[in-house]
């Protein structure tokens, strides 16, 4: 892509994803790479700036992660976040040790200088630290720009060679001003103009897909969620009726999900698609039977999407193309070079080592979900599909703990109707607040345990699989915080699920100050 571009190197740091998404809240590409990125490599990238992770190292062990010192000559600015800072000073000659004190959670920080990082921060600022090690001592050169009563060098800078270091970190909410702190450092350090715009991605996107794709046939593996909608429409901009969107109702979906994809879709639709669905119930619940772990239900399902189209593209005849609705937090948590392994997503760690076709196309790889739903609206999809709630490809199957059964999948497919219902509810009559204000819920479902519990009903004993209900606020789908739900609401849901899904009677809920069990 021909844009102004920021890496940040990924050293095992938990908010890796959320660094690069700050970076393009300036609207500026950025992009994670593992630490073993080469420095050739870096430099055929051409980066206007570098951003070094933190990570749960000490920078003084001989086995932490490093990175050759070469990398500061090469004239890039580089900010060092937490461990990255704690490796730029530790590199240069700086002293890095064990802290008397340790810091987590929100600090309050004192500006020495109001130049470079915080030039529009204020003189005491409240910052998330998370650090055990601290720079004792700054390396010759530097300039100590901040400091807490227990971190004598919080911030610090080397103008001269473009280099600077913050121990807090600016990414997360709770840094009250971090996005001054990291536009100061994209625009003002690194110079960026701020290319990156979702109207010329959309359309940068449908020239390259046709001019990749050519005169193929190409097969979109379509969910009806809101990244392979996205896809689809933007794949059927792009190559028109040599796509055919092929979707798998493989038993786990949302309650009565598959027709409504099939309405949005099929002939019937707004959309001029060849639309096939493939009925596969029964085929899933055979391959996950007394499957229990949630990473092999993820392989396994994976797998099975691959070979339910490559059957399909093989009926449609010399099928070149698969497309995905891949995107980038799942590339990120599926394991980027050596980092942890959040979930295996079943489009990327959950694909079988052979695919039988030509190409995997993914043209949404690189977005976050917010930028999705921008590429969406950029492309004329109507907003109830773009602001849908998300629902992963491996469905319900993870959102059963314990075995998959037809049963199961029928309790907690009724249980997660009711909420919705009256989530939706609660919106309506303003209990809640509605999409695109603030305090929006992020996402909400029902799960379905692996407890059972006693009640009774009727006079009668029963022994019934507990529901779980979850409710987030998030925006950017990798950092969350538990959604405050009015305990009214839930009692109505709670009752509800009682009442009227078959054998589910014990609920689990957590409420503003409520917790109960029903």
């Not at 979850?470 to 699920?497: C, K, N, Y």
Request: aromatic share 8%.
């Amino acid at each position: 892509m021909d844009h102004e571009k920021i890496i940040v190197l990924d050293f095992g740091g938990q908010y890796n994803q959320l660094i690069a998404r700050r970076v393009r809240e300036c609207n500026v590409y950025c992009e994670v790479q593992p630490y073993t990125l080469s420095l050739e490599e870096i430099k055929a990238k051409n980066p206007k700036g570098i951003i070094f992770t933190g990570g749960p190292n000490s920078v003084y062990d001989e086995t932490s992660p490093r990175y050759t010192n070469e990398i500061y000559e090469m004239g890039v600015p580089i900010l060092g976040i937490c461990y990255g800072a704690q490796l730029m000073a530790y590199q240069l000659g700086g002293k890095v040790e064990t802290a008397p004190v340790s810091e987590y959670g929100r600090t309050e920080v004192d500006i020495d200088s109001k130049d470079g990082l915080f030039q529009d921060v204020a003189d005491k600022t409240i910052c998330w630290m998370s650090h055990t090690d601290y720079i004792s001592e700054a390396p010759e050169g530097f300039k100590v720009t901040a400091h807490t009563p227990v971190c004598p060098v919080a911030a610090m800078e080397n103008k001269e060679r473009k280099l600077y270091a913050l121990q807090p970190h600016p990414e997360v909410m709770h840094t009250v001003e971090g996005m001054k702190m990291l536009r100061a450092f994209v625009k003002d350090v690194c110079g960026c103009s701020g290319d990156w715009q979702m109207g010329s991605f959309v359309e940068n996107t449908i020239q390259a897909v046709r001019e990749k794709v050519g005169d193929g046939k190409v097969l979109c593996a379509l969910s009806g969620g809101v990244d392979s909608s996205v896809a689809a429409v933007l794949l059927s901009k792009a190559v028109g009726k040599q796509l055919t969107c092929v979707f798998v109702d493989h038993g786990l979906l949302r309650k009565n999900e598959g027709d409504e994809v099939e309405a949005v879709f099929g002939p019937d639709g707004p959309y001029d698609l060849n639309f096939v669905r493939v009925n596969a119930q029964q085929r899933f619940y055979d391959k996950l039977a007394g499957v229990t772990e949630p990473e092999q239900k993820r392989k396994i399902i994976g797998e099975e999407f691959i070979r339910v189209f490559e059957e399909e593209a093989k009926k449609i005849g010399a099928v070149d193309f698969l497309v995905q609705g891949t995107i980038y937090p799942d590339v990120i948590e599926s394991g980027l070079g050596k980092s942890a392994v959040i979930k295996s997503h079943h489009n990327v760690g959950g694909l079988p080592d052979h695919v039988d076709f030509k190409e995997i196309v993914e043209p949404l790889r690189m977005l976050f979900k917010d930028e999705v739903r921008k590429a969406g609206l950029e492309l004329g999809i109507p907003d109830y599909l773009v602001f849908r709630q998300p629902f992963p490809g491996p469905g319900l199957g993870i959102r059963i703990i314990g075995d998959v059964t037809e049963e199961k999948v029928k309790i907690v497919q009724d249980a997660d109707a009711i909420y919705r219902e009256e989530i939706a509810r609660a919106m309506e009559s303003g209990l809640i607040p509605k999409y695109g204000e603030e305090g929006t819920l992020g996402q909400y479902f029902a799960a379905l345990t692996n407890m059972r519990s006693v009640g009774v009903m009727g006079d009668f004993r029963t022994y019934d699989y507990a529901v779980a209900l979850r409710a987030v606020l998030t925006s950017d789908f990798m950092t969350a915080e538990a959604a405050q739900l009015p305990w009214e609401v839930l009692q109505t849901v709670t009752t509800r699920i009682v009442n009227e899904v078959s054998t589910s009677i014990a609920l689990c809920t957590t409420a503003r100050e409520s917790r109960r069990e029903r």
